[in-house]
């Protein structure tokens, strides 16, 4: 009688959303066809961005809504990695926290849904007075620049309660990430793919970021496996670009980064929430610097003027 050896078992941290759930159980079907001898088990909980649903993301004024609960189960050994979207991550992790993986981007533009009577206008002929649903101050402070004709209304839920909400006629049109639509099936109620001219995208938005313990090798290792590297470097880049601008997840920072014969360039922008102070530059550097890379370009950006903006959208912030 031969006794077969008893198979590891990987817990996975995950929020109980719906696309955190799509995002989850493709990273656990892709370890499991990577990695057959381990079993890998889905652990979800629900994150205090999830509980808070009637009040604007920027007023809660917590950089970790999205990430604290799952990162305290790993530090409490309930669970041995975490799936996020990169764009939730903060940048700077919990002590004995690392990113351990970053997996291959999704498009990370932002996309326009609108409601049926304006299915024959892109979002520059919408008509003056349009309510443009969205939560991202990013969004809004560029979306403003372009567009000030436009009443912009906050919009909180998952995304079928959002998707609803325009249905029902309370907005006129949605703006929301294509990656999160793509992902959860619903890439047929895109009807403008925005250009980086009007919004340059959230840092890390389109990637998900897998976390883990500091010094866990072996599930450091496992994670090697759905390392997507110029995806990797494209995102260190944009993090390292929202780090040295010490700015949260909702402060109006966006990017824009592409890799070309190994060289990687990466475009940034700092807006005010009015959108009547835009400052915005390019730095192209080797991708193998992308760090360095991010760093400079925040550091250009400071000089015209960035830190200023966003010391007064936070000072508004704390004010509201």
Known sequence: MTVSAPTRTVRIGSRKSQLALVQTYWVQEELQKNFPDITFEVHTMSTQGDKILDVALAKIGD???FTKELELGMLQNETD????SLKDLPTNLPEGLVLGCVTERENP????????????KQLEALPEGAVIGTSSLRRLAQLRHH??????????GNLNTRLAKLDAGEYDAL???FAGLHRLGMGDRIHQVIPPEVSLHAVGQGALGIECRDGDNDILDILKSLEHTSTAQRCYAERAFLRELEG????PIGVNTKIEEEQLTLTGIVASLDGQKL?????????SDAEQIGIELAQKLRKQGAQEILDKILAEIDRS
């Not at 990695?81 to 996020?84: M, S």
């Not at 400052?279 to 991708?287: L, M, P, R």
Request: hydrophobic share 50%; charged share 25%.
């Open 279 to 287: 400052v915005k530059d390019i730095v192209t550097g080797a991708a």
């Open 248 to 251: 949260g997840c909702q402060v």
């Open 109 to 120: 533009a932002d996309a326009l849904v609108v409601h049926e009577k304006f299915k024959d």
């Open 63 to 65: 950089k970790g809504l």
């Open 147 to 156: 567009y000030p004709y436009f009443e912009f209304k906050d919009v909180r």
């Open 175 to 177: 703006v929301l990430a």
């Open 81 to 84: 990695l975490a799936v996020h």
